[in-house]
């Protein structure tokens, strides 16, 4: 049975911004907020969005300031507390506290969010393809990508063709149909992507680096359940930076999903979903073990 579309909602952040969001299923239990990461939209979870709805949960996806369909800071004048302080809205808006599924930046986000607020913003975190200290060629090469082609292209074709060449593990490329969320048309006729130029040209990238020391120190606050997945061939983590992260979060799960990438739930959203599923269930598992131990009178010796 096909899922039903999601409700187009917007978000007005604490400066006024607005976020473009979807909300599926919503008497679901529990919610799931997910975050993308930088460079993608809220678009990029709809498939698992739909799996996890399948199941019964709440899903809300959201574009980041300067990405998608959500607004543009004036001036473009973005730094790192603008994102968190957005995703802290986000999770305080829901009516439960979250699980929040967060991608890379999105993941990063959470781990501030989750290290330094208390009471603390989300129920758990299942952080994807990222740790706070993460392999810099990797990023680079994201980057890169994002800077490759700023006057944009002549045809949905001609940037499927650059896509395919940057993941070249998926087996079919994108439609046009699914590249219209991700383009833009220019007065002169272009097609550039959908982020604001400025989140490449300012200040924000330089900040990430400078983030780590926070990053490292909120990750060894968090006291939530914490699910790190990681792809098999990522080239943002590796074992030296999962190995590190699993020190500051000894209580955290890992899990590495064959074959994929960083673009993980892209690449394998099957293996991704089960994942996720599997990980509620012991929450939920927790949850029934704790309301038992409340219930049942203190055992004397």
């Known amino acids: 049975m096909e899922s039903p579309p999601p409700v187009r909602a917007d978000y007005t952040a604490a400066d006024g911004l607005t976020l473009a969001v979807d909300l599926r299923h919503a008497?679901?239990?529990?919610?799931?907020?997910?975050?993308?990461?930088?460079?993608?939209?809220?678009?990029?979870?709809?498939?698992?969005?739909?799996?996890?709805?399948?199941?019964?949960?709440?899903?809300?996806?959201?574009?980041?300031?300067?990405?998608?369909?959500?607004?543009?800071?004036?001036?473009?004048?973005?730094?790192?507390?603008?994102?968190?302080?957005?995703?802290?809205?986000?999770?305080?808006?829901q009516p439960e506290p979250p699980i929040l599924i967060g991608a890379s930046m999105g993941g990063l986000l959470g781990l501030v969010a989750a290290g330094e607020i208390r009471p603390t913003p989300f129920r758990a975190l299942v952080l994807v393809d990222i740790t706070p200290r993460w392999e810099t060629s990797g990023v680079e090469r994201i980057l890169a990508f994002m800077q490759a082609h700023p006057d944009g292209f002549a045809s949905y074709a001609e940037a499927a063709e650059q896509i395919a060449a940057y993941l070249p593990q998926r087996r079919e490329r994108k439609s046009e149909q699914q590249l219209r969320p991700l383009l833009r048309e220019g007065a002169d006729g272009r097609l550039r992507w959908h982020w604001d130029p400025a989140l490449l040209a300012g200040s924000l990238i330089g900040e990430s680096e400078r983030y780590q020391p926070r990053l490292l120190q909120a990750a060894a606050k968090v006291e939530v359940p914490v699910l790190l997945l990681s792809g098999e061939r990522s080239d943002v983590v590796s074992h030296r930076t999962v190995d590190e992260f699993l020190a500051l979060v000894p209580h955290a799960r890992h899990a590495v999903v064959p074959g994929a990438t960083h673009m993980l739930a892209g690449d394998a959203n099957d293996a991704f979903t089960a994942q996720i599923a599997g990980f509620l269930q012991s929450l939920s598992s927790a949850d029934a073990v704790a309301g038992a131990a409340i219930k049942q009178p203190a055992t004397r010796c």
């Open 27 to 93: 008497s679901g239990a529990p919610t799931l907020l997910f975050a993308h990461g930088f460079g993608q939209t809220r678009g990029a979870w709809n498939t698992a969005a739909a799996t996890m709805v399948a199941q019964g949960c709440r899903c809300v996806s959201f574009d980041s300031r300067g990405h998608g369909e959500s607004g543009r800071v004036p001036g473009g004048e973005y730094h790192m507390q603008q994102f968190v302080d957005d995703l802290l809205g986000m999770a305080q808006a």
